[in-house]
């Protein structure tokens, strides 16, 4: 998806760890947003934690995920 897309884009579900958003920052060389679900403890899941994604978001991204895991 990342070598097709022209402007900022968003692949909305899916993700189940914080590691895929960089796995899908690195890929799409920052091209491709990716959105998180009921993996997501703010919507019941327990895989993932909101804190960590605004954090990871936060501090830049890729330079974020050696701080949270």
């Known amino acids: 998806l990342g070598e097709w897309v022209k402007i900022p884009t968003t692949y909305a579900g899916g993700a189940k760890d914080v590691g895929d958003l960089e796995l899908v920052d690195r890929l799409s060389g920052g091209k491709v947003d990716?959105?998180?679900?009921?993996?997501?403890?703010?919507?019941g899941g327990s895989?993932?934690?909101?804190?960590?994604?605004?954090?990871y978001n936060s501090a830049g991204r890729s330079s974020a995920s050696q701080e949270i895991f």
């Open 47 to 55: 895989l993932v934690r909101f804190d960590k994604l605004v954090h």
């Open 34 to 43: 990716l959105t998180f679900g009921s993996a997501l403890d703010i919507f």
